[in-house]
């Protein structure tokens, strides 16, 4: 019985796996069997037929993936080798290979989506109700199977069906910092994925469901190695390790791109200098890439972290960021490659304040890119903390393409240990108002190309992505890669949208569990920053590896590293003058945002220690002192963990003993290190305040001795 | 109707996976469904009921186990909470916990087993068939539950049953080289499973599965830290983490053991000397184990790698390995503990035959160590070759106790990629004849104790485990795993048996698949002497990393290090004289032992040039000069590896398609890899030899300086 039907069983397998066992590793395609009977009768009764048109690889891997999911949801009265003929039919294929009544059928829409769109719709024909999944090209095909298969997942009805999406943003790409020894900087969850010692002729089989995983959301680039790069990925050895990946992700619409050591000239290629203006340097590059090309024609480009923490670049010859990114360019030109070329630069000769360094470098030289080259901009002018005003450098390009680079590994976010929903934090970034073309200037139009009307768009995530079975070393943290890739697909889209979608998708449809949890997790940034760093303190964790707190630190080789730098914490007050009487990092953003920002009775509060340095005493909107509030703020931050372990603990119910329970050991550790936290920075920054802890705020159970001495010298990541 | 048995669900998931996908995770715990008909329903009948004797967190362990396994192999036929009164009982608890009348079945078994054995009987009381699953202790009722298990698993009877067991060897450990940092010495299956930074509050599920598997093959003890220590591990901070650890292992029968460094007293104590001899010193590792029991009640004990590879050490201070040993024994022995003093020695300053320098360090001071002291030796007397000598030392120590160490981990033999099936090796080992006290006595005999009646016996096996999915990088490497376990359960095993049994828990029963596959492993051991090293060569393997052949390296900083050292290939011949014309380690042997090794017309040509300076033209057996016969032994190797493929193939419809895919890539680069091999040392020796490759030997497709100019900077491990 059970021999005979191969879908049945896959069904089983993962039904199964949803009550007893499950270690994550599926993520949010667990296709969880569809419980409610007269939904999942809809369900067969639109599908008794599936008809394919097509043949490529593409086209297999689509067919692959919706047998797989409608046999896991539909149990076994689905069988997609049905034979009935009189049976509504689920037809998909790209526009070239449907017939052409099947094309009448969908009117205009082939023209409202792009390359990479794709159409669901219900029709009927012949007396027979039928759904079609099309799009312009296979890929297109296979992003609608997906985003079909999420209509069932999510119990949504597929009657009446008239879906017509578009990717708005060409480049959805993660970086991967990970390194060829499989370390991987930042990193949480274990090591790198990629096994580069048994590749090329060892395909590990997460190769396969790391490109299930990123087709599903959209993404369609990966960074193989990190941004402090080593050179020898571009040497042969490595590239054929390269291709042998390339190969695997190509058929689900994903392209590789590699970090380029600027220095890699000399390192690799045996020259004397790495001047992008050196005849025999333009030359290095372009055989290079030719090179690259002849094994992968389809490689993407190179993304080049230069002159920045100590990486070599074109300013080491008194070049500029100009020079260096067309140096690439034009090498990659002509296969249709792009640069990405990251932004993230401050100098340690520079004692301008770190948050004014990077625009000089770049918006002077607005429209003198090639027009391959794309400047990958963090979301905030530090370094990716918990909370960052948007970078001032986004819509202030109007002439050179500008992509997002977010953090979905949370390097200073409590690394994979503290459950923290970062699409609010997104989300936050991408609806922030630049006013660089009036009100309605939003981040994300500049990133979708709107705002300035420009072509080449994109947007990176540094990945979560490690060997640990899970992929993100804490379920939840799933989350955080799926929301970035809708995200990178459709920016304009709610943080609460992806966590209802993604708690369906991984755990339940139950209104019982996604109620509370969405909840949770929508405030589980807030909470955080609470926590860590309240009313726009920033980058005060601890030396190194970031973790837990250390606003104490003062001792590192680069000023600008110390968390002293950042909070300025002295008699006086705490803060930051960003403003026209400080540092004026504020001129850098539109009249209006920096008139905000400038005006202390305008600014939101959450920003107020970003951009001021205020009085213990400053009384703030609520009438408490600032002192008192933030006191106030770090005990919430840590009551709202509390209260998520609350939430969580009634859920157990609802989810698999497994992840149930991990979930819970890993709140456990982000309420005792939320509670650190607290702790160690109020009685740090009491030593200047000098004022009592407030009532509600309990009372630290360590000296701030004992906080200044914890070492850890193996913190991950690092 | 799902919902209703959870028992059920477990069979189903099981079932299924070993149908379509299967990573590997469960390794021989597989609990395949018993296809078989009829035997399914005579296992059924036995099993009507289960009666559990005892309630300790062990018995519990050994209940779930049972259900586990049952529900998984008979299906949804099973139940373990029948109320059928009239049927058949499994019977599963210690002899403490039984009652009057069993226990009277049992007649003297139990006096016939020890404290960590089991008895499995059938009998018949009141009409009724009873299986009863027994032992002095809790664990004894474990290891009998996996056994019994493993019936079912390899399709046995289970009429008629009386099994008396008890393992032979007391300490059954694995030493895992991992460090803090979560790389893994010499490891090659990922990185260490051991999440430090999120330890002691996150307990991953791996932790619990990787007792299960070690308790399933009685292995009773793992070493946490890598030998080459860091005594950070013995701070709070960590031994918190160590204590969490051992409380997840305890119920298993796995006691906690750690790599102690010599000089923590110094790097952790703040002390300024680590003198074994020093009070101050004594008194530190007196407190610090005090500390550790206080955590660990039943911590097993230490671990030392001293004066050896720049490890700290009793020599640094003028003592002994005697002095050093009884320091840390005497520290130990009010808690039951041991310390396992590792017998690999061999300095830089001795120009002495390295293969010699061990025994003069030891065997003069037999007896003089405290009576908790074990010395660890390992199988040879180099480092691990793929076929070396046994280790003089082996009978040599009749007042102290000596321990195998054997390595699992294939440091030098084809890392985590080649599929090489090691109990043969092990065997071989255990098998040899010490000549000790005359003949028959074999090196089993020395581990057990009953040559030299020793009361403190044990086994080390340098893991092979890390975080890949499947615990060792390559699905048929777990069988090391397994096949060193039970062999240190009973080191009179054969490696058929062995091959016999994993193949049936961990793939099939069926006969179609086991004959040929058990045949390619256990032919698998030759074929890798045969491509790397045969005829007695041995450590010619590339620097540092030891990733593929360096025959020609001459240039590491210690001259005992280098491949040339250990060939001697010049013009006149090739090998390593260590008869009394050369360096006379035979003389460490007993006579009868020395006298064959020393006399070439006596000597196995398996280990001819590890004791022989030979002629290229020096006839063998078989006719053959010395060259003609090498080249003919790397071709066999390679053909050999063919050979495995052909079999290989011919599994796929008894296996699941994602382990047949797994092994088929890597037994592909493995049959590359044997390949290079050959080329590479048989052009580097033939400048010596000055000989032409004999006929049946396929010529090199590369050059000799191609193969010299390789580097691998990034080979895992190192």
Not at 389 to 413: D, N, R, S, V
Request: proline content about 5%; some cysteine; hydrophobic content about 35%.
């Amino acid at each position: 019985m059970f021999k005979k039907n191969i879908f049945f069983l896959a069904f089983l397998i993962v039904f199964c796996n949803n009550l007893l066992a499950n270690d994550g590793y599926h993520l949010w395609l667990q296709y969880s069997y569809v419980e409610n009977a007269s939904l999942r009768q809809e369900y067969l009764t639109a599908l008794e037929k599936l008809s394919t048109s097509g043949n490529s690889e593409t086209i297999k891997i689509a067919s692959k993936e919706l047998n797989r999911g409608l046999s896991s949801m539909l149990g076994p009265e689905f069988s997609s080798t049905s034979t009935n003929n009189n049976g509504n039919t689920l037809i998909f294929g790209a526009k070239a290979n449907l017939s052409e009544d099947v094309i009448l059928q969908l009117g205009n829409a082939f023209n409202e989506i792009n390359e990479e769109g794709y159409i669901i719709k219900s029709y009927s024909l012949k007396g027979k109700n039928h759904i079609i999944i099309t799009g312009n090209s296979d890929i297109g095909v296979l992003y609608g199977v997906y985003n079909f298969l999420k209509l069932l997942q999510t119990n949504k009805s597929i009657e009446k069906l008239n879906i017509i999406d578009s990717p708005k943003i060409k480049v959805r790409i993660l970086n991967h910092w990970d390194n060829l020894d499989r370390t991987v900087e930042r990193g949480y969850a274990g090591f790198s994925i990629w096994d580069w010692h048994r590749l090329p002729d060892y395909l590990d089989p997460r190769y396969t469901d790391y490109a299930r995983a990123n087709a599903s959301v959209g993404i369609n680039g990966t960074v193989l190695n990190n941004v402090n790069a080593n050179a020898l990925i571009l040497t042969p050895q490595y590239l054929e390790k390269v291709e042998a990946l390339a190969n695997v992700f190509r058929p689900y619409g994903i392209k590789v791109y590699l970090t380029a050591r600027f220095s890699a000239p000399i390192e690799i290629g045996g020259l004397k200098t790495a001047d992008p203006l050196d005849a025999d340097v333009i030359n290095w590059w372009k055989e290079k890439t030719k090179e690259i090309y002849n094994r992968i024609p389809d490689f993407g480009g190179f993304v080049v972290k230069a002159n920045s923490e100590g990486q070599p670049g074109p300013q080491d010859y008194d070049r500029n960021h100009v020079d260096g990114a067309n140096l690439l360019a034009t090498a990659v030109a002509p296969f249709n490659g792009i640069i990405m070329w990251r932004a993230f630069v401050y100098s340690e000769h520079d004692t301008t304040d770190r948050a004014k360094q990077a625009y000089p470098e770049f918006v002077p030289y607005d429209g003198q890119f090639k027009d391959n080259v794309i400047i990958q901009v963090k979301n905030g002018a530090i370094d990716f903390q918990p909370r960052e005003p948007f970078h001032p450098m986004f819509g202030a390009m109007p002439k050179t393409p500008i992509m997002m680079e977010f953090q979905i590994t949370q390097e200073y976010l409590g690394f994979s240990t503290h459950t923290i929903f970062l699409p609010t934090m997104y989300e936050e970034t991408l609806q922030a108002d630049t006013y660089r073309k009036g009100k309605g200037s939003i981040v994300a139009k500049d990133l979708d190309g709107t705002l300035h009307n420009k072509r080449l768009t994109g947007m990176a995530g540094v990945s979560n992505i490690g060997n640990d079975i899970n992929w993100t070393g804490n379920p939840m943290l799933q989350a955080n890669w799926y929301g970035y890739g809708r995200l990178a697909w459709d920016p304009y889209l709610s943080a609460e949208s992806i966590a209802d979608e993604w708690l369906r998708l991984t755990f339940s449809n139950n209104k019982k569990f996604i109620e509370p949890v969405k909840e949770m997790l929508l405030n589980s940034r807030e909470a955080a920053v609470n926590y860590m760093t309240p009313l726009g303190l920033h980058h005060i964790m601890d030396t190194g590896h970031h973790y837990g707190p250390g606003p104490w630190v003062s001792n590192l080789s680069r000023p600008e590293w110390n968390p002293i730098y950042y909070h300025k914490a002295d008699s006086l007050g705490i803060g930051f003058d960003r403003t026209s009487t400080g540092s004026n990092a504020t001129e850098q953003y539109a009249p209006e945002v920096a008139n905000v920002f400038n005006d202390l009775n305008s600014i939101s509060e959450k920003n107020l220690l970003w951009f001021h340095h205020v009085p213990w005493d400053y009384k703030l909107k609520n009438g408490k002192t600032l002192w008192d509030a933030m006191a106030l703020k770090y005990q919430e931050g840590v009551d709202q963990v509390a209260s998520m372990i609350t939430t969580w603990n009634q859920m157990e119910s609802y989810v698999d003993a497994e992840r149930y329970n991990n979930i819970k050991m890993l709140l456990n550790i982000q309420y005792k290190e939320a509670k650190w936290w607290r702790d160690a920075c109020l009685l740090y920054f009491q030593q200047y305040s000098n004022m009592p802890l407030p009532e509600g705020v309990e009372k630290p159970t360590q000296t701030l001795e004992y906080f200044q001495s914890l070492e850890f010298p193996f913190a991950p990541g690092n």
